[in-house]
């Protein structure tokens, strides 16, 4: 193949690699993906909170649970005294009903504590199954993402691998000077290594050059060197 379409052609792949490892950076699906799991972070952040929440409680009620049942041994002591018929002294009787009645008005405040925190422990079950729902709905949503990139990416990387398996066999057929030249070029000219001359203008750099750099390249090879930028410039594609 003529070198100078060659090159051309080389450039032609390199920058339709370019556009389409950048329309797979840029899919929408990704950038959703990305919200999406970022969500699904804080809803995991705020599940564990909420969990952490609700252990709280839990121990909150057992702690009066125990309570509660410690003072029920107390109470049922106390009652036995008073149906033993062992206590005959009046004040004893008195005061040991006086307990008793103590020690039932500290349970009925234990358990107005306890069936508050119940409340709060139902009201947190509710919330945890909420953010279970939210987090359910946004993995969900994310496999489905996920797997419409799969789909749209897969179609963009074989297309990817289609122009490189292309670039490849072109590549092997240039000169080794003429391929180290044109990489060494691409990588410190933003991929773009090659222009062509139009009419006075260089199609890489959009610089119009002189009338007699013009005239030295028009009378010289078919590929020749920007003198603006000093990219590969075809003269002539034949």
Known sequence: MHVARALTELQEHDLAILRLEKELEEMPEKRAILTIRAKIAEIENLRE??????HAMDVVSKRIEDQIAVLGVKMSGEQDKLVSGTIASPKELQAVSMEL???RRRVTVLETELMTEMQKRENGDAQLAKIDAALANGRATEASLTQRFKEHGSDVL???ESEKRARAALIASLDADVRARYESIRESRHGIAVGSLQG???S???V???AGKVS???SGPDVGVCPSCGR???????
């Open 49 to 54: 909170r909420t969990q952490a929440a609700i």
């Open 101 to 103: 009645d103590a020690l």
């Open 158 to 160: 074989e297309h990817i």
């Open 200 to 202: 006075s203008m260089c």
């Open 204 to 206: 890489a750099c959009r």
């Open 208 to 210: 119009t050059l002189p």
């Open 216 to 218: 030295a390249l028009e």
């Open 232 to 238: 590969i410039l075809i003269v002539r594609s034949e």
